[in-house]
């Protein structure tokens, strides 16, 4: 951006709410001046957590400043991977400033300085604070704090999403911290920022953590354009294939130990064998029998007494993730139990068609899973190979 600066002028913004005050732009007179880009960077670093307390969302998570944050982990595989010179303004704390420790080539200036237990608040009135004057807003975390982050977006500024919640069906997540580096770099360098409309999903966290999915639009919100976003939202699919391709699995099951993974495709099969299920659960079989039920990696290791595990799995809809997004129970360790060949994709053939590609967000997969394409069940005994994109 370029400006011709006709006086001397110094803007200090002042926010007496937060006791905060830093200069932002700087004119000399008769002097073209170059603007450089402003860009936020906030954590919500309880995001995630909801593996580690067995939840299956993390809105509910208020602790001191976490000292096992996998937000702050994935905040920090972002900023690996920006260019030098992008600076950022942020907060104190595990909302920001912690992620910039070891980092010393980034710059960043502090805006806020809320105190741990953080809350959704905190969220909230840091967008307000960066939507005065940041061209984009950066935030870790899910669908939670996306809708934070709207709360407070008071100018509605573009605001790109960093994946880290364990509820990511919003259109403003990158498909990776280092996708989301790509496109911010990419965006810097021009000094332009292509726009589109997105939308932010809103789940009733009491009902998810029982399993079922209430999802409505929270809002429309604007966000930078690039391939880097997985941009559709999750869509309902009928399920004209899936009794097919649950009753191709069951004829076919052996006596390896089957663990099943999230989603209404894998949960015909345990329908058909006569069980309840919680679509956002997974849950083991052997010999067509359930031995285990909503386990977690370290619980699948006291039920194994050895032989062959196959792993059955189905891609969310509209995203096409088949790790890291919504199955992060299913970890890199759980998945060295199982050899390549005993990973069991199911999907409808339109889920498929409309997908095209299929996406991993894990770390370690491409050591354990090096090839680029995966093997999907569609109907009864018929399989179609997909393009796998390991971010």
Not at 198 to 215: H, N, P
Not at 269 to 283: D, F, M, Q, R, S
Not at 355 to 365: I, Q, Y
């Amino acid at each position: 951006m370029v400006a011709e600066c006709e006086n001397i002028f110094v803007h200090i913004f002042l926010s007496p709410e937060y006791g905060h005050n830093f200069s932002w732009l700087c004119f000399n007179r008769d002097v073209e001046c170059s603007l450089q880009m402003e860009i936020a960077f906030v954590i919500n670093p309880y995001a995630g957590m909801g593996l580690k307390y067995r939840m299956k969302g993390s809105d509910s998570i208020r602790k001191d400043s976490p000292p096992e944050s996998y937000a702050l982990t994935r905040a920090r595989e972002f900023l690996m991977e920006l260019d030098e010179g992008i600076e950022l303004f942020t907060s104190t704390g595990t909302m920001g400033e912690e992620a910039f420790k070891h980092l010393p080539s980034l710059s960043f200036k502090k805006i806020f300085d809320p105190h741990p237990p953080y809350s959704a608040d905190d969220t909230v009135n840091f967008a307000r604070l960066a939507s005065g004057f940041c061209d984009l807003i950066i935030f870790v975390g899910g669908d939670g704090t996306a809708r934070d982050v709207v709360n407070g977006n008071t100018e509605s500024k573009p605001i790109l999403g960093i994946p880290s919640g364990m509820k990511m069906y919003s259109s403003v997540f990158a498909s990776s911290p280092e996708s989301a580096a790509r496109l911010v770099n990419r965006v810097y360098r021009s000094d332009e920022i292509k726009t589109g409309i997105a939308e932010v999903i809103d789940l009733d966290e009491a009902l998810f953590q029982k399993g079922e999915m209430q999802m409505r639009k929270y809002a429309d919100v604007v966000i930078p354009v690039g391939d880097e976003i997985v941009s559709d939202p999750k869509n309902v699919y009928a399920s004209q294939d899936t009794e097919l391709i649950a009753d191709y699995v069951i004829d076919t099951m052996d006596d390896s130990y089957y663990i099943i993974g999230t989603g209404t495709t894998c949960k015909m099969i345990l329908e058909k064998l006569g069980y309840e299920t919680n679509p956002l659960a997974v849950y083991v079989l052997k010999g067509k029998k359930l031995i285990a039920e909503d386990i977690y990696a370290e619980d699948f290791i006291r039920v194994y007494n050895g032989g062959k595990v196959k792993l059955v799995i189905s891609p969310t809809g509209g995203q096409g993730f088949l790790f890291g997004r919504g199955n992060r129970q299913l970890t890199i360790d759980l998945l060295k139990l199982v050899n390549k060949e005993d990973i069991i994709v199911l999907s409808s053939t339109q889920k498929i068609n409309d997908l095209e590609v299929l996406r991993v967000d894990l770390p370690g997969f491409s050591e354990y899973y090096n090839s680029g394409y995966i093997r999907v069940l569609v109907g009864y005994s018929d399989y179609k190979i997909v393009k796998l994109l390991v971010e």
